[in-house]
């Protein structure tokens, strides 16, 4: 994900030169080799309010940018890189996926898309049994897995309990233990072949085997439900620590007792919880739905009944959490919906209807000339090895016999039929770059991406993680650019009262420790005083506005008419250099911009560019 946003930006440099037009001016040479002027106005007219700078929108400033770029792109072809084994393997997967788009039927999908919305709308709870077919089983083995479930089937059928045969019959290594459970389910949890038979399978009643890739199937359907749609929480998580096992449940539990008292959940998480991320928005985490996020959590999120109820504390596997209820989110319409459910059906199991929805246009579309008399040879021949001769032609493209059988062993359920779709979806898909022209434009700006992509990467990106020796001759030139502010290592009291935080900062002023302070303080459950401990640079959001940094304990701050703080300050760090080890992540960035500010200027020296003055005169006159 993070290699393809990056090819996105670089791409923001890159499109299909029009340079073929006659009259299309040349605005400048590299090496002799022109660049006309529409690449270069597509290029700023399509990324112009992108640039962060304002001065870069200028054109003669966009126009070194263009120069750098093309620069980049020249080395990179003139490396060959566009040879390389790992290029070429995710070139061609990238045009795969870029060649999707054009590989859609509307109507086909249009029909599977409510399906699908109808079926999330309802859950189901099913149980199953499973005997393992293999892709090529022979017909006899094929048999024999389908009457092994007759035989489970009709035991159930006549009272046997379901899950006790499940475990006897069934091959899904989970049977031993649920007895073939699959607890609820809908649109997208199974494979289509299995959801299919599922939803036509009434509750109570069991379903005739049917096959999916993983072998034989029997369903049972127990129950089936309305969705219950999404909901949105906050929380406060402590973490489970491993030298402390009792630290996390002890901590939630001081937390939960000052929310009790009155605190705010919003203050409460962004000052303690350990979900970082989140405890700066209060704790909020995106929505969720019920299967989508782990038990307990997502059990005690849906049973919260009104907005802003908050449940008592509670363990999951990753620590100590409480969770108040910020929003419910009854299942969206089916308008909302189809954006989203189309893309997963083209990038699922149902596509391949769609695919055979498209062959079967694109077969008018071609001339397609099928041997008949070599395919009945071949479906009539017993030998394993057959003559290879020519048995299908799309177009110029031809198949053999050779194809065929290799194509049959690959997929073992195919037909001859199948086999004609798959090809004629091929020659599409080889031949889409020249019979489409927006598909060339965007195959162009990735193929010209992924190679500057690899570039960078090789003369910047790793160059600047591996050069240790660079690195750090960098740092040391660049010491005064990596210094720490001015920090206090503290210790911070909370408090929702004034008599108490007044308790609070005498104790600390007679040098009580944290332990003899909470004790004292505080009231059993009652939770009057939470203390927070750590380094933090002046103006960290941890410290309050009115801190000021001076040795000892502070007067009592009043943040607001809930919230005193008393800061103790155990010591002053002065302004001070930095390690790189605790920067590495940073100085390896300014270092990346340093590398390739160099490389530019090399490959300025070593190529020769020629801008041709009157033409971007021209330009400057008309886009001024």
């Given at each position: 994900?993070?290699?393809?946003i990056?090819?996105a930006?670089?791409?923001c440099?890159?499109?299909?030169?029009?340079?073929q037009k006659?009259?299309?001016?040349?605005?400048?040479?590299?090496?002799?080799?022109?660049?006309?002027v529409?690449?270069?106005?597509?290029?700023?007219?399509?990324?112009?309010?992108?640039v962060a700078?304002?001065n870069?929108?200028?054109?003669?400033e966009?126009?070194e940018?263009?120069?750098?770029?093309?620069?980049?792109?020249?080395?990179?072809?003139?490396?060959?890189?566009?040879?390389?084994?790992s290029?070429?393997k995710?070139?061609?997967?990238?045009?795969?996926?870029?060649?999707?788009?054009f590989?859609?039927?509307r109507?086909?999908t249009d029909?599977?898309?409510?399906?699908?919305?109808d079926r999330?709308?309802?859950?189901?709870?099913?149980?199953?049994?499973?005997?393992?077919?293999?892709?090529?089983?022979?017909?006899?083995?094929?048999?024999?897995?389908?009457?092994?479930?007759?035989?489970?089937?009709n035991?159930i059928i006549?009272?046997?309990?379901?899950?006790?045969?499940?475990?006897?019959?069934?091959?899904?290594?989970?049977?031993k233990k649920?007895?073939?459970?699959?607890?609820?389910?809908?649109?997208?949890?199974?494979?289509y072949?299995?959801?299919?038979?599922?939803?036509?399978?009434?509750?109570?009643?069991i379903?005739?085997?049917f096959r999916?890739r993983f072998?034989?199937?029997?369903?049972?359907?127990?129950?089936?439900?309305?969705?219950?749609?999404?909901?949105?929480?906050?929380?406060?998580?402590v973490?489970?620590?491993?030298?402390?096992?009792?630290?996390?449940?002890?901590?939630?539990n001081?937390i939960?007792?000052k929310f009790?008292?009155g605190?705010?959940?919003?203050?409460?998480?962004?000052?303690?919880?350990?979900?970082?991320?989140?405890?700066?928005?209060?704790?909020?985490?995106?929505?969720?739905?019920?299967?989508?996020?782990?038990?307990p959590?997502?059990?005690?999120s849906?049973a919260?009944?009104?907005?802003?109820?908050?449940?008592?504390p509670?363990?999951?596997?990753f620590?100590w959490?409480?969770?108040?209820?910020?929003k419910?989110?009854?299942l969206?319409?089916?308008?909302d919906?189809?954006?989203?459910?189309?893309?997963?059906?083209?990038?699922?199991?149902?596509?391949?209807?769609?695919?055979?929805?498209?062959a079967?246009r694109?077969?008018?579309?071609?001339?397609?000339?099928?041997?008949?008399?070599v395919?009945?040879?071949?479906?009539?021949?017993?030998e394993?090895?057959?003559?290879?001769?020519?048995?299908?032609?799309?177009?110029?493209k031809e198949?053999?016999?050779?194809?065929?059988?290799?194509?049959?062993?690959?997929n073992i359920?195919?037909?001859y039929?199948?086999f004609?779709?798959?090809?004629?979806?091929?020659?599409?898909?080889?031949?889409?770059?020249?019979?489409n022209?927006e598909?060339?434009?965007?195959?162009?700006?990735?193929?010209?991406?992924?190679?500057?992509?690899?570039?960078?990467?090789k003369n910047?990106?790793?160059?600047?993680?591996?050069?240790?020796?660079?690195?750090?001759?960098f740092?040391?030139?660049?010491?005064?650019?990596y210094?720490?502010?001015e920090?206090?290592?503290?210790?911070?009291a909370?408090?929702?009262?004034?008599e108490?935080?007044?308790?609070?900062?005498?104790?600390?002023?007679?040098?009580?420790?944290l332990?003899?302070?909470?004790?004292?303080?505080?009231d059993?459950?009652t939770?009057?005083?939470?203390?927070?401990?750590g380094?933090?640079?002046?103006?960290?959001?941890?410290?309050?506005?009115?801190?000021?940094?001076?040795?000892?304990?502070?007067?009592?701050i009043?943040?607001?008419?809930?919230?005193?703080?008393?800061?103790?300050?155990?010591?002053?760090?002065?302004?001070?250099?930095?390690?790189?080890?605790d920067?590495?992540?940073?100085?390896?960035?300014?270092?990346?911009?340093?590398l390739?500010k160099?490389?530019?200027?090399?490959?300025?020296?070593r190529?020769?560019?020629?801008?041709?003055?009157?033409?971007l005169?021209?330009?400057?006159?008309?886009?001024?």
């Amino acid at each position: 994900m993070i290699k393809k946003i990056i090819i996105a930006l670089v791409v923001c440099f890159i499109l299909p030169t029009s340079a073929q037009k006659t009259k299309d001016r040349v605005l400048l040479t590299i090496d002799n080799e022109n660049v006309h002027v529409s690449e270069f106005l597509q290029v700023y007219n399509k990324n112009k309010d992108v640039v962060a700078e304002e001065n870069k929108k200028n054109l003669d400033e966009y126009l070194e940018l263009f120069i750098n770029y093309k620069l980049k792109l020249k080395e990179a072809y003139d490396l060959k890189l566009d040879t390389v084994s790992s290029y070429v393997k995710e070139y061609a997967k990238y045009k795969e996926q870029l060649t999707e788009p054009f590989m859609k039927d509307r109507s086909v999908t249009d029909e599977l898309v409510r399906e699908a919305y109808d079926r999330k709308v309802e859950e189901i709870n099913a149980s199953h049994i499973l005997v393992n077919v293999r892709p090529r089983a022979l017909p006899a083995d094929t048999l024999k897995a389908y009457n092994k479930l007759i035989e489970a089937r009709n035991k159930i059928i006549k009272g046997a309990d379901f899950a006790t045969i499940a475990k006897e019959y069934s091959q899904d290594p989970s049977a031993k233990k649920n007895g073939g459970d699959l607890g609820y389910f809908n649109a997208f949890s199974m494979v289509y072949s299995f959801e299919n038979a599922a939803y036509a399978t009434k509750k109570g009643e069991i379903s005739m085997p049917f096959r999916t890739r993983f072998g034989y199937h029997i369903v049972k359907i127990n129950d089936k439900r309305r969705s219950n749609g999404e909901v949105k929480v906050a929380h406060i998580m402590v973490k489970n620590k491993k030298e402390e096992p009792g630290y996390s449940k002890k901590q939630i539990n001081e937390i939960y007792q000052k929310f009790k008292q009155g605190e705010t959940f919003d203050f409460l998480a962004k000052k303690y919880s350990d979900d970082k991320q989140n405890a700066r928005k209060g704790g909020v985490l995106s929505k969720f739905s019920q299967n989508k996020m782990i038990q307990p959590f997502a059990d005690i999120s849906f049973a919260l009944k009104n907005e802003g109820d908050v449940s008592e504390p509670f363990a999951t596997k990753f620590g100590w959490h409480f969770v108040k209820l910020i929003k419910k989110f009854p299942l969206e319409s089916f308008e909302d919906q189809k954006e989203a459910l189309t893309k997963k059906i083209e990038k699922g199991d149902r596509s391949i209807l769609v695919g055979k929805s498209i062959a079967n246009r694109l077969k008018n579309n071609y001339k397609i000339a099928i041997d008949k008399d070599v395919l009945n040879e071949l479906m009539n021949s017993k030998e394993k090895e057959v003559i290879s001769k020519k048995i299908l032609s799309v177009e110029e493209k031809e198949y053999t016999t050779t194809d065929l059988q290799a194509y049959f062993k690959k997929n073992i359920n195919d037909t001859y039929k199948d086999f004609v779709d798959a090809k004629v979806i091929d020659y599409y898909k080889d031949h889409l770059e020249f019979e489409n022209k927006e598909f060339a434009a965007t195959l162009k700006e990735y193929r010209d991406g992924l190679l500057l992509f690899d570039l960078l990467q090789k003369n910047i990106w790793t160059k600047a993680e591996k050069d240790t020796v660079g690195l750090q001759n960098f740092f040391d030139q660049n010491k005064s650019d990596y210094k720490w502010k001015e920090r206090v290592d503290v210790d911070i009291a909370s408090c929702t009262k004034l008599e108490k935080a007044t308790e609070v900062q005498k104790l600390l002023t007679e040098g009580k420790s944290l332990d003899e302070i909470k004790k004292q303080v505080n009231d059993g459950a009652t939770i009057h005083v939470l203390f927070n401990s750590g380094i933090y640079e002046i103006g960290s959001r941890k410290l309050p506005k009115e801190f000021v940094a001076k040795k000892g304990v502070s007067k009592v701050i009043v943040e607001d008419e809930k919230h005193f703080s008393i800061i103790k300050v155990k010591d002053i760090l002065p302004i001070s250099q930095k390690e790189l080890k605790d920067i590495k992540g940073k100085v390896i960035s300014d270092y990346q911009e340093e590398l390739e500010k160099n490389w530019i200027k090399d490959l300025r020296k070593r190529y020769t560019v020629k801008v041709n003055s009157k033409t971007l005169k021209k330009l400057n006159k008309k886009y001024k």
